[in-house]
């Protein structure tokens, strides 16, 4: 009897423990970082805060000091208006809808890596990344669905 | 006592590789990773080198063993699969003509040359080819079936619990 037969129902087991545990391990994973994603997306929306300060910093000084005439005025005017006129509460309802679905895909697309990365590991015959890539999208939109479902829910 | 340093340069042949109907045991290269080597001592002029004869599909209890796993591995989602449709026949004299002889083991994947060698190690060619059993094809038809009624049966189970617990 050589090792390949002694094995084959061993091996085959160990490649699914492993498989099963580290996809367990990484979804725990992705649900107990979520209040980290929440956070650094609190803090992008932070950075995009301080961006539009300093154009508008920006525009004010050039409105000021412009020619009325000028065709940089009639830019500034517009962009001026276009910001003050802003519509703000969509910004904060993206946050409330936004939030776990993006924190969703970031999970997902960790998955996606450290799948991949797993089904390259195996050393005799392949694994299959395609079909793990299908199976986690198919996760990613029911993910979605559901956050959406259960936002539309608390709303 | 006659040295033989075994090269093989890819990691899906390191489990059928048979010195002597025995296995061996191979490490990694330090310098590339898709090198596995291994060191073989003999008293002996002649090794006989060959290439497992294993298939899934030709073991005994094949059927129990492949859907125990398949269910286990959620419907095979979680298993590593096994694509050995061919059964390799191969097998080869390896004439020791030195004290320290080296011997690099290069997969070629065709159906009538499989492998190919390098090194200062004579090698006579007994059998050098892939062969298609027909009890294989048979019984992959077999299991396809056996696999798309079980994934039939779990998805009606579930679809009547679900529908049951609606109501």
């Known amino acids: 009897m050589t090792k390949l037969e002694k094995t084959y129902v061993s091996s085959h087991l160990y490649e699914i423990c492993v498989n099963l545990l580290l996809v367990t391990g990484i979804i725990t994973f992705c649900l107990s970082i979520a209040p980290i994603a929440f956070a650094l997306i609190f803090c992008l929306y932070a950075l995009v805060a301080i961006w539009l300060c300093i154009i508008i910093i920006l525009i004010t000084v050039g409105l000021v000091f412009a020619d009325h005439n000028n065709v940089l005025y009639k830019i500034l005017e517009r962009l001026w208006s276009g910001l003050t006129s802003f519509n703000f509460s969509m910004v904060e309802s993206m946050q409330i809808t936004g939030l776990p679905i993006i924190t969703a895909i970031t999970g997902v697309l960790l998955v996606i890596v450290f799948i991949t990365t797993l089904a390259n590991k195996s050393r005799y015959g392949k694994a299959k990344p395609i079909v793990f890539m299908i199976i986690t999208l198919v996760f990613l939109i029911i993910a979605i669905f559901v956050l959406a479902m259960l936002n539309a829910g608390a709303k | ?167």
């Not at chain 2, 025995?22 to 060191?39: H, T």
């Not at chain 2, 001592?41 to 129990?64: A, C, H, R, V």
Request: contains cysteine; aromatic residues 12%; proline residues 2%.
């Open chain 2, 1 to 167: 006592m006659k040295r033989l340093h075994l090269i093989v340069k890819s990691s899906s042949l390191l489990d059928f590789i048979l010195i002597n109907r025995e296995n061996i045991r191979f490490r990694r290269n330090k310098d590339s990773k898709r090198i596995y080597e291994a060191d073989i001592e003999t008293d002996k002029d002649e090794l006989k080198l060959s290439l497992d004869t294993f298939n899934p599909y030709l073991q005994s209890g094949w059927w129990i063993k492949m859907m125990f796993l398949f269910i286990i591995s959620i419907f095979g989602i979680f298993d590593k699969r096994f694509r050995q449709r061919y059964i390799y026949r191969c097998e080869f004299t390896l004439h020791l003509t030195q004290d320290s002889n080296e011997l690099t083991i290069i997969p070629c994947g065709k159906m009538d040359h499989v492998l190919d060698f390098q090194g200062n190690v004579k090698v006579d060619e007994i059998e050098n080819r892939l062969e298609i059993d027909p009890r294989v094809k048979k019984r992959k038809v077999g299991m396809f079936f056996s696999k798309f009624g079980f994934i039939l049966i779990a998805i009606a189970i579930v679809v009547l619990i679900l529908v049951s617990t609606i109501k």
